[in-house]
Nanobody
Framework: QVQLVESGGGLVQTGGSLRLSCAAS????????MGWFRQAPGKEREFVAQ????????YYADSVKGRFTISRDNGKNTVYLEMNSLRPEETAVYYC????????????????WGKGTLVTVSS
C-alpha cells in the first residue's frame, strides 16, 4: 500500500511559477513510476507528466513541454512538479499517481492516487 500526499498548490499570477511536491509513504517508492495529472472544473482528469523509477526518463503532455519539469528524490520518497509560465487555463486540482510499469503515460490507469492540491492561476 502506498499513500500519496500532494502539497505546494496555491494562488499564482499568470506567468508565475509553483513547485508541487508529492510525498509517498512506504519503503518501495523507487519501485513506482510516478505521474502528475490535473483536473479543471467540469473537465476530465488529464495527464501532465511522468517519470520512471530512477528519474532518468521523463515524458510530458505537449501542452506543458518546456514549461514544466518533473523530478524525483527516491531518498526522500518525493516527486516534484516544477511549473513555470503558468496560464489561467491551467487552474486545476493537481494529482500525483503511482504504478509499477511505464505503460502508456497518458493513461489514468494507476495503482495509487493522492487527494490532490489546488493550483489557481489568476489572469
Amino acid at each position: 500500500q502506498v499513500q500519496l500526499v500532494e502539497s505546494g498548490g496555491g494562488l499564482v499570477q499568470t506567468g508565475g511559477s509553483l513547485r508541487l511536491s508529492c510525498a509517498a509513504s512506504g519503503r518501495t517508492f523507487s519501485m513506482y513510476v510516478m505521474g502528475w495529472f490535473r483536473q479543471a472544473p467540469g473537465k476530465e482528469r488529464e495527464f501532465v507528466a511522468q517519470i520512471n523509477w530512477s528519474g532518468g526518463r521523463t515524458y510530458y503532455a505537449d501542452s506543458v513541454k518546456g514549461r514544466f519539469t518533473i523530478s524525483r528524490d527516491n531518498g526522500k520518497n518525493t516527486v516534484y512538479l516544477e511549473m513555470n509560465s503558468l496560464r489561467p487555463e491551467e487552474t486545476a486540482v493537481y494529482y500525483c499517481a503511482a504504478r509499477r510499469t511505464w505503460g502508456t503515460p497518458e493513461s489514468r490507469d494507476r495503482d495509487y492516487w493522492g487527494k490532490g492540491t489546488l493550483v489557481t492561476v489568476s489572469s
